[in-house]
């Protein structure tokens, strides 16, 4: 449960700048955190596969890469066709820090605390996501390709989130 606590309040510092700014952000830095996010999920998963030690919660990890793997090369397309270069930002950069500081802390861990740790990021993870798409990132895209692919992309993060919740009610606390 402390872990839960940790990965949310390091969720929360994560996406504290895209919430905080004051216009918010513009297409190009929407870009850049999408695929950001996407990246570090997609990271997480990587290793998971690799290390976790119970057959589902692999099995979750191979999706999250799948899937955000997927949403990314849609993401890099839209991208490129509609000729925005993903921006760099404060929220994109915090996003990789705390992806970073995940793997680093699922490097340590090891059998059930390793998956429980990994699915508790993911829970966590997702809900912070979820948040900072219907808050922040849908309203404030002014492209309506940009904007039509975050709505598209929104029912899977929901799917990630419950299948999530239910790994992490079987793992127990």
Same mark, same amino acid.
């Given at each position: 449960?402390? !872990?839960?606590?940790?990965?949310?309040?390091?969720?929360?510092?994560?996406?504290?700048?895209?919430?905080?700014?004051? !216009?918010?952000?513009?297409?190009?830095?929407?870009?850049?955190?999408?695929?950001? !996010?996407?990246?570090?999920?997609?990271?997480?998963?990587?290793?998971?596969?690799?290390?976790?030690?119970?057959?589902?919660?692999?099995?979750?990890?191979?999706?999250?890469?799948?899937?955000?793997?997927?949403?990314?090369?849609?993401?890099? %397309?839209?991208?490129?066709?509609?000729?925005?270069?993903?921006?760099?930002?404060?929220?994109?950069?915090?996003?990789?820090?705390?992806?970073? %500081?995940?793997?680093?802390?699922?490097?340590?861990?090891?059998?059930?605390?390793?998956?429980?740790?990994?699915?508790?990021?993911?829970? !966590?993870?997702?809900?912070?996501?979820?948040?900072?798409? %219907?808050?922040?990132?849908?309203?404030?895209?002014?492209?309506? %390709?940009?904007?039509?692919?975050?709505?598209?992309?929104?029912?899977?993060?929901?799917?990630?989130?419950?299948?999530?919740?239910?790994?992490?009610?079987?793992?127990?606390?």
């Amino acid at each position: 449960m402390k !872990a839960m606590h940790l990965a949310t309040a390091a969720l929360a510092v994560a996406l504290a700048p895209v919430l905080a700014l004051a !216009a918010g952000p513009n297409d190009a830095q929407i870009a850049a955190i999408v695929v950001t !996010a996407n990246q570090v999920d997609i990271d997480a998963g990587d290793y998971a596969q690799a290390h976790a030690s119970a057959d589902d919660v692999k099995a979750f990890a191979r999706q999250m890469v799948t899937d955000h793997t997927a949403v990314n090369k849609s993401a890099t %397309d839209l991208a490129g066709r509609l000729h925005l270069t993903p921006e760099d930002n404060p929220t994109a950069q915090s996003l990789k820090k705390g992806g970073d %500081d995940n793997v680093a802390h699922l490097k340590t861990l090891s059998g059930p605390a390793f998956d429980r740790a990994y699915v508790d990021h993911e829970v !966590a993870y997702h809900e912070a996501v979820l948040k900072a798409l %219907d808050d922040t990132l849908i309203p404030n895209a002014s492209n309506a %390709d940009l904007k039509a692919l975050m709505v598209k992309v929104r029912p899977a993060f929901v799917a990630h989130l419950e299948h999530a919740k239910m790994l992490q009610a079987r793992l127990g606390k």
